[in-house]
C-alpha cells in the first residue's frame, strides 16, 4: 500500500528535543488526516456520502466531517481556541456517532453539508490544528491538560473513525467505490489445519497502566485492576470461515439453544442467517470486503458480532462437552504477553501494513497462537468498566462512561486497519454486542462452566436512583440544618425504642431505598427486612452490604456531569448478616414480613399506589406494643397524580384534609401517636443547587 504502509506509532509522551517532539507531533496529526482523506479517496460519487448502508448510523458525510469537527469542539473546550470556523457545520457533525442500539431507529431529517463543503471546511480545520502546534508551548511529558494531549486526542480519534467508516464503506454498493492500489485487498486463500485448543498456565494478570505511561492513553486504560487465572487452553487461530460454515451448516442461526436472549432477539430484529459479510448467491458463497467481493475466502477469519460468536461458543461446547467461552480481557493478555510493539505489528495484519483486509488465519504466527494480534479484532466475555482508579478526561467525559452499563463488550487485538493507540496492548475499546466491526473471534475452554469474567461496576445514571445514593450517602449540608437527616432519624428512632422499652428483635425498613437507614440501625436489631418497591435502588444497597464500592453520576453544573462514589461504610455497620434487602410491594406484602417489633415506613405514603390499603395491611405485621414509624413529606402528587388513593391533602366532603390529618384519622383508632417531629434533608440538584425537603416523622405505638 506504498504511503500508506507502516503507519506511524503512536508518539511518546516523552522522548525527544521540544522541538523535535513538535515535529513528531505535526507529521503524527497530518499523516494521520491524510489516511482519513485517502480511505474517503475511495469513495468515487459524491451520492455515497448521504446512503445509509448501516440504516442505524449516520451516513459517511457526517463522518467525513465529524473528525474535524472533534479538533474545534475539544479547542473550545479546552479554550485553547476562541472561534469556531462554521458553527453550522461543527453543530451538525459534533455528537450521534454511534448507534446506541438496534432498536434505536432514529429518523430525524438531517440538512447535510456537500461535500465540498465539508472537503473546504476539512482545509480549514487542517490549517488551524498546523498554525497551532508550530506555535504552541510544548513541555514534556505531554500532560494530559496541554493542547498537545489535545492534538494527541484529535489524531486518535481520527484513528478510531478511519476504522468504523472502513466497515460503512464496506457496506456501500461497490460502484460507489475505486479500486486503489495502495488499499490493496490480499489475494490468497489457502488450506488451515483444523484448529487446536493450546494449553496456558495459571497466572495472575495485572490490567491497567499507570498515569505516568509513556503513550496517550483513553480514560478507561488508566488505573489497575487484578486477575488470577486459573489454567485455561486458547484455539491457536482465530476461527475461520472454514470452521464457522460448520456452524451455519449445522443450523447454528435456527437453532435458539445456542443463542442468549438478547442474541434472539437480534436475530428476530435482524433476520441473519450468516455473518454480516457473507453473500450467497445461486448457492456459492461469497465474501464482501471493503473494495471487492471474492469467493468466500475458507481460510480468512469469520467476521461477526458477539452474539454470533458467543452462540458458536454454546454449539462448540455441547458438540465437544468443553467449556468453552470467549477469552476474558485478561486471558487475551496472557496470549498477547509482553513482546514489544513493533515486534508485534511486524508479524501481524495490522496498522494497515499488510492489507486493506482480513488474510488467512495461519498467515502471521505470535509465539504460539497466530493472530493474537491484528487480522480482526476478537470479541471478549469482558464487559468494559473502569479500571480502580479511573478518572474521565475533562475535556471528553462521555467517551468511556456511557459504555459502563453492562452492555458493551471488549474487542481485543485490533484489525488490519487499525493505527495508533488501537494497537498498543493496554488500549481497550468496546462495542455492543450486536455491534458490526471488522471483528470475530477466537475461542478458550475454561475449567470452570462459567467464564472468568470481571465484575462489572458501572456508574449509576439514573437520576432517580443517584438521588436517593445523594440523599443518603453525600456530606450533608450540616450548616443548614444541624445534624444530618440520617442521623437525627436514627437518633430519634433510637429514643423512641428506649423510652418505650420496644424489643429489638425485628425491624421492617419499608421504602429502603438504597439502605442507609437499615444500616444505621443493624447493631440495634436482630433481624432487618428491608424493602422497596424498585430493584434499582437495592441493587447498590446489597452492593454496599458486600462491601464494594457503589458509583454513580450527579448532574454538576449545565450539561456537564461529575463522577463521584459512596465511601465504603464502615465494617461496624456491615457486620450484621440479619440485615437483608429485598425488594417488594409495601402495599402487597409477603406472609413472612411479620411480628417486628417497629415497622419504619420511609416515603410509603406518597409512594404507594395505594396508601390506604398499606396501612390496613401494616397493622397486621406489628406487634403488640410495637411501633410504626412514618417518614413523609405529603407530598402525594409527585407519585401518585390520581388522588383516589391520597390519605389526605385533597378535600374530603367538602372539607380539608391534611396529609397528617387523614394519617391521624386513619391511626388513631388502632395507635397512640406517641411523637411528631420535623426533619430537614438538604440534597443537592447539582454543585451549586439544593432541594430542602422538610419531613414529618411520626411515631405511632400499637394499641
Ligand atoms: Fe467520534
Given at each position: 500500500m506504498n504511503n500508506l504502509k507502516s503507519q506511524l506509532l503512536t508518539p511518546s509522551l516523552n522522548s525527544l528535543t521540544l522541538e523535535d517532539k513538535r515535529q513528531e507531533l505535526k507529521t503524527y496529526f497530518n499523516h494521520t488526516?491524510?489516511?482519513?482523506?485517502?480511505?474517503?479517496?475511495?469513495?468515487?460519487?459524491?451520492?455515497a456520502y448521504y446512503l445509509k448502508p448501516e440504516p442505524l448510523r449516520h451516513p459517511l458525510i457526517f463522518y467525513f466531517g465529524h473528525t474535524a469537527t472533534f479538533y474545534i469542539n475539544k479547542l473550545m473546550l479546552g479554550k485553547f481556541i476562541d472561534k469556531r470556523i462554521n458553527t453550522k457545520l461543527e453543530a451538525i457533525c459534533a455528537v450521534g456517532?454511534?448507534?446506541?442500539s438496534w432498536d434505536d431507529l432514529d429518523a430525524t431529517h438531517y440538512n447535510w453539508p456537500s461535500v465540498n463543503d465539508v472537503r473546504d471546511y476539512r482545509r480549514q480545520v487542517s490549517q488551524l490544528v498546523n498554525n497551532l502546534i508550530d506555535s504552541m508551548d510544548i513541555a514534556l511529558p505531554i500532560a494530559k491538560n496541554s493542547l498537545a494531549w489535545i492534538i494527541l486526542m484529535g489524531c486518535e480519534h481520527e484513528r478510531i473513525h478511519l476504522e468504523t467508516s472502513s466497515v460503512i464503506m464496506r457496506m456501500l454498493p461497490l460502484s460507489f467505490l475505486t479500486l486503489n492500489e495502495q488499499w490493496k485487498t490480499c489475494d490468497s486463500d489457502v488450506s488451515v489445519e483444523a484448529n487446536s485448543l493450546l494449553p496456558l498456565t495459571s497466572q495472575t494478570v495485572i490490567l491497567?497502566?499507570?498515569?505516568?505511561?509513556d503513550t496517550f492513553g483513553w480514560d478507561n486504560e488508566y488505573g489497575h485492576q487484578t486477575h488470577h487465572l486459573n489454567a485455561f487452553k486458547a484455539s491457536k487461530y482465530l476461527v475461520s470461515n472454514s470452521e464457522f460454515m460448520t456452524f451455519v451448516k449445522a443450523g447454528g442461526y435456527e437453532n435458539k439453544q445456542y443463542w442468549t436472549e438478547e442474541g434472539e432477539n437480534w436475530l428476530a430484529y435482524s433476520k441473519a442467517s450468516m455473518p454480516r459479510f457473507w453473500i450467497v448467491k445461486k448457492d456459492i458463497y461469497y465474501q464482501r470486503n471493503l473494495l471487492n467481493e471474492i469467493p468466500l475466502p475458507l481460510s480468512w477469519p469469520a467476521e461477526v458480532n458477539y452474539l454470533e460468536a458467543k452462540a458458536f461458543c454454546h454449539w462448540k461446547s455441547e458438540l465437544t462437552g468443553l467449556h468453552i467461552h470467549l477469552p476474558s480481557e485478561a486471558q487475551w493478555h496472557v496470549l498477547r504477553g509482553d513482546t514489544k510493539q513493533q515486534a508485534h505489528i511486524e508479524?501481524?495484519?495490522?496498522?494497515l501494513s499488510k492489507y486493506a483486509s482480513s488474510c488467512p488465519v495461519n498467515r502471521y504466527a505470535q509465539g504460539d497462537f497466530y493472530d493474537v494480534s491484528g487480522n480482526v479484532w476478537q470479541w471478549s466475555e469482558s464487559v468494559i468498566d473502569g479500571f480502580d482508579g479511573f478518572k474521565v478526561h475533562p475535556l471528553y467525559d462521555d467517551f468511556s462512561t456511557p459504555t459502563f452499563d453492562g452492555k458493551h463488550n471488549i474487542i481485543l487485538g485490533g484489525s488490519w486497519i487499525s493505527t495508533g493507540n488501537e494497537i498498543i496492548k493496554s488500549s481497550r475499546y468496546a462495542f455492543r454486542r450486536h455491534f458490526t466491526q471488522h471483528a470475530g473471534f477466537r475461542y478458550v475452554e475454561n475449567i470452570s462452566a462459567e467464564p472468568p469474567i470481571e465484575t462489572l461496576n458501572p456508574y449509576e445514571m439514573d437520576d432517580n436512583v443517584t438521588q436517593y445514593l445523594e440523599n443518603h450517602y453525600a456530606k450533608p449540608l450540616v450548616e443548614f440544618t444541624g445534624k444530618p437527616f440520617y442521623e437525627a432519624l436514627v437518633d430519634l428512632i433510637k429514643e423512641s425504642l428506649e423510652k418505650l422499652e420496644i424489643k429489638t428483635d425485628k425491624l421492617l425498613d419499608l421504602g429502603c431505598k438504597v439502605g442507609r437507614a437499615s444500616f444505621e440501625l443493624s447493631n440495634v436489631f436482630s433481624q432487618i427486612d428491608a424493602v422497596d418497591f424498585s430493584a434499582a435502588p437495592i441493587k447498590h444497597a446489597v452492593n454496599l452490604q458486600q462491601g464494594?464500592?457503589?458509583?454513580?453520576t450527579q448532574k454538576s453544573e449545565g450539561e456537564l456531569i461529575s463522577f463521584t462514589k459512596v465511601t465504603p461504610l464502615p465494617e461496624s455497620?456491615?457486620?450484621n448478616d440479619n440485615l437483608i434487602f429485598s425488594q417488594g410491594d409495601p402495599s402487597n406484602l409477603k406472609p413472612k414480613y411479620s411480628n417486628y417489633n417497629v415497622v419504619l415506613a420511609q416515603n410509603?405514603?406518597?409512594?404507594?399506589?395505594?396508601?390506604?390499603?398499606?396501612?390496613?395491611?401494616?397493622y397486621h405485621r406489628i406487634n403488640q406494643d410495637g411501633l410504626l414509624i412514618i417518614v413523609t413529606d405529603y407530598h402525594f402528587e409527585a407519585k401518585q397524580p390520581n388522588s383516589s388513593t391520597w390519605i389526605g391533602g385533597k378535600k374530603?366532603?367538602?372539607?380539608?384534609?391534611?396529609?397528617?390529618?387523614?394519617?391521624?384519622?386513619?391511626?388513631?383508632?388502632?395507635?397512640?401517636l406517641i411523637s411528631q417531629n420535623d426533619l430537614i434533608q438538604v440534597f443537592s440538584v447539582d454543585f451549586r443547587h439544593y432541594n430542602l425537603n422538610k419531613y414529618h416523622v411520626t411515631v405511632w405505638q400499637k394499641k
Open positions: 488526516w491524510e489516511t482519513y482523506e485517502s480511505l474517503f479517496g475511495l469513495i468515487n460519487h459524491d451520492d456517532v454511534d448507534e446506541m491497567g497502566k499507570p498515569s505516568t505511561d508479524s501481524a495484519n495490522i496498522n464494594k464500592e457503589v458509583r454513580y455497620l456491615l457486620s410509603v405514603l406518597e409512594e404507594s399506589y395505594d396508601a390506604q390499603l398499606f396501612l390496613t395491611d401494616i374530603i366532603k367538602g372539607e380539608n384534609v391534611t396529609g397528617f390529618e387523614g394519617l391521624s384519622e386513619r391511626l388513631l383508632k388502632q395507635y397512640n
